[in-house]
């Protein structure tokens, strides 16, 4: 139960992650390396404004939840506006553009934040006991362990990220920019002769997908720590997560980081955290050799 | 009301249209004929600004248009049916239209017009774009060109692959459109249906005008069609 | 082609009179540069010439690397076949990751090789207990001995590494001017086009990625002999990354562009690294400026301007 | 099996999801012959020789080529083997130069020094009008020159067959000249299998032309037989 609930804290913060991946590779065909590190901006930037609005943790929280997506967000969009529309979006030159903003950003970061590991204070982190149920002497019983316990905040996140993920789904499936983000996915060219400002499209889902790595930063920043070198991780992981859900699309993205979510915890108490994490690439790495459309796609003519 | 004037385009290095002149007019039917990779897609494609010509002006209503950004060119009024249809497949009927509308601002009974003259669509608007059949996949590209509510409107190699009763549909639809004052450029390679829709007639090979001919003179000699396209 | 050769032998003249010339401190980084170079040049055998972009060269370095350290350290190897092994072992495993990912094209590619690079670093983490894990160990002086050749002294470490570099270089040279070669420059171009000419694609690419293996694994086992030091970072991501910054830097599909190239970025490296602890930066803003300014790197803007015969 | 023809399909099939885009073609080709292979846009022409060189893989039927059977071989195979193929979009190697290009397509089954090969290559290069390009880019040169280059390629290979897919497509009209000399020097060698849509270069090379419409053989015989042909009219002409 209690890995039930860590599992999904990590399940709804790498959907999150994920999904601003797929959404730019979906709609831009563009893999962006540099993803890890607007996630990274996005927890430095909660620490940054946790401490400037000082004393009260809720307050600090709410401004940093509000103010990181939207400068993470803008960074990307003057990346793009400057590097990857002059470079027309070339599948190659943007990876290789992308791996020298990750570092960019990443040493631009150690440069200003410092080297060290900062916590952010949870706005609200009451402990909560689970019930568990146990086969006692006296039958089957029901009782509450001091042990298993979690905290409000660790459910909080998992429903805000919920609720984010359903306001994306809605986004995309039942209003005009959903619409048009999908149509530019489908075929920008036509969409051009549509009258759809693709150029903008572009823009902006290269910001929405920073945006949504940095509010996933912000909530997990209160239980992990912001630090210059913490993107590797939600980056590789949202690669894995995208790859098995099937590039582009937002369904399987959610579905594989439920499994990815889930199933770390559940690895690690069999294998060694190490031994896992090379089971999960080398395995990564086979469905995109077998199968590129991934575990849940269906493979497009 | 739009007129190509000396265009140089092409596909980076690579030159397809040199010095090319095609015009139409309020109610008229141009039907653009020319041998595969003669440039007739290349030419639709530098009047939607898909392309930006390395030399040459596209006027539409006394209106220098080639330097816009693309995306402002179809809200001027100008359709376009792509070759192929391009039509959003994942995305529904009812969706696929609603680009349309959005494209300038057209509302309900816009949508209600252009679905009149298309009922299957109507009855399929629920339906993936890519499991229509065809013709209906002709029909949606056409309703969604309409819905821009065009006074001009491009066709590219509509009734390409389609079977006879579809390509009398979408002859029916230019007339009729003909009629309303719509300029139409029609790019075919099949005669039969240029004879029946075309006021003039502009032969392109290699990229270059070869001629332009009314449809009285066609009728008159025909042998343009064999020089130019056909056997 | 005299002219090639003539400016190849120029090159290694001029290194040979920088060995009689040069200060301490540059007579060593020299000698790390011609090494690095070695898998500059092995990853240009691949990126530049094939077209085919792998995230994930690291794990042919380390190959090299660890298979001439680890069968030293733990099976008693003498030096000479030691590195042997290590070039064995980059040429076997570039061969096996060939064989999968080279199913895959483009961007999958690139996540592939990353993603096997990524499998093998952890690999290097988790067998900690004979490779000491990120820590790494050092090679005792036996394993850096070849008849009496003592490649822990500056003089021999020099001579050593430009025996390889040359070495390299101009089998670098060979192979790009040999048929097979020109074939794999056609398969970058147009590999449909290669294809529709009788060619098999698919092995001239498996061939290019081995070739590409062996001499990646040359540069790592040659790298722990030299400075006697074998480690997990040289495993990790910024060595995948480095190789591909030196070719494009000094300019892809050329033989002398990986050379300028990693020079040039080891000495900004060096020098940004004494001025801020974000030393990578110059790494990213230099891939920014790269592909945005001088896709062709340094060579390559040098041959369109002035000379266009340089290979 | 006739021990004259150098390629035969017997029942060649080929769908693309619901479409049949050829549909059980029963082809032969002399050894030796100009063939023309003509038809209205997607009528199948560029999908038949797609199949006949491999790039796309049959759905059913058989294929054989110099007495061969060679449905299930790879495409580089069957080039291997003695096909020379140009492609109606032109395919070159754009950032290399013309000589390079046409090397390239030389080298494969050449036998004989380097220096023979390079002579070999400039002649090629001669013949098809291009050796004062020689050092140029081929992605720089002008269309026409491109599809030049493209022919150069298919010649320099040699080919038992050489499918020419719209050669002339792109052409001057003192280009197209030039080009039917080509085709009639080379065809003492050679076999040809031309997609074309220039009739006057049709009727005037083609010692036989087949005619396709709608994934189906409609029509074979003489030039003379097929302009008298009612159906083939009506394909080209719409009814």
Known sequence: MLALIEGLVQAAVLSLTALGLSLVFGVMRVVNVAHGEFFMLGAVIAWWVATLVGTNPALGFIAALIAAPIIAGLIAVITDWLVLKRINYDPEATIVATIGLLYILQQSVLMTFGPDARPVEAPFNTRLAIPWIENTDAGWALYWPWGLSTTSYKLFVIVAAIALLSLIWYIMSRTKLGLILRATQLDSETALAFGIPVERVYALVFGIGAALAAVAAVLIVPIQQAHYLMGADPLLLSFIVVIIGGLGSLRGTVIAALIIGMSDGIISVFFTPTLAKIMATLLVAMVLVYRPQGLFGTRRV | MLKLSGINAGYGKNQVLFELDLSVDKGEVLCVMGRNGAGKTTAMKTIMGLIQPNSGQVEFEKRKISKLAPHTIPKLGIGYIPQGRRLFSELTVAENIEIGLMTRKKGKATRDKVLDMFPRLGERLKQRADTLSGGEQQQLATARALCLEPSVLLLDEPTEGLQPSMTALIRETVLTLKGEGVGIILVEQREDAVRAVADRVAFIENGRNAATHTIEELTEDPSPFRKHVGI | MNRNLALHLAVIAALYILHLTLPAYHHGQVARIMVLAVFAMGYNILFGYSGLLSLGHAMFFAAGMYGMGLSAQHLGFATLPAFLIGILCATALAFVVGLLALRTIGVGFMIVTLMFAQAGYLTILYFGEYTRGDEGFVLTNTARNFGNLDFSTADTRYLAALCLFSGALLLKLLIVRSKRGRVMVAVRENEERARMLGYNTWSTKLYALTLSGLFSGASGASYAILFGYVGASFAAVPYSIFPLLWVLVGGAGTTLGPVIGTAFMFYLIDYASGVTDAYMLVVGVTLVLITLFVPGGILGLVKSRFARWIP | ?239
């Open chain 4, 1 to 239: 099996m006739d021990t004259m023809n150098l390629l035969e399909t017997q029942k060649l099939t080929r769908h693309f999801g619901g479409i049949t885009a050829v549909d059980d073609v029963n082809f032969s080709l002399k050894d030796g012959e100009i063939r023309a292979l003509i038809g209205p846009n997607g009528a199948g022409k560029t999908t038949f020789v797609s199949l006949v060189t491999g790039r796309i893989e049959a759905s059913s039927g058989r294929i054989s080529f110099a007495h061969e059977d060679i449905t299930h071989l790879p495409a580089h195979k069957r080039i291997a083997r003695g096909m020379g193929y140009t492609f109606q979009i032109t395919s070159i190697f754009p950032d290399l130069d013309c000589f390079e290009n046409v090397h390239l397509a030389a080298q494969r089954n050449f036998e004989g020094p380097a220096r023979k090969l390079y002579s070999f290559t400039r002649m090629i290069l001669e013949q098809v009008g291009l050796n004062t390009y020689r050092t140029d880019i081929a992605g720089d040169l002008a269309y026409g020159h491109q599809r030049l280059l493209e022919i150069a390629m298919g010649l320099a290979q040699r080919p038992k067959l050489l499918i020419l897919d719209e050669p002339t497509q792109g052409l001057a009209g003192g280009e197209i000249k030039d080009f039917m000399h080509l085709i009639r020097e080379v065809s003492d060698r050679t076999t040809i299998l031309l997609i074309e849509h220039n009739m006057d270069v049709v009727m005037s090379l083609a010692e036989k032309i087949t005619v396709m419409d709608q994934g189906k053989i409609i029509a074979e015989g003489t030039p003379e037989e097929i302009q008298a042909n009612e159906a083939v009219q009506t394909a080209y002409l719409g009814g």
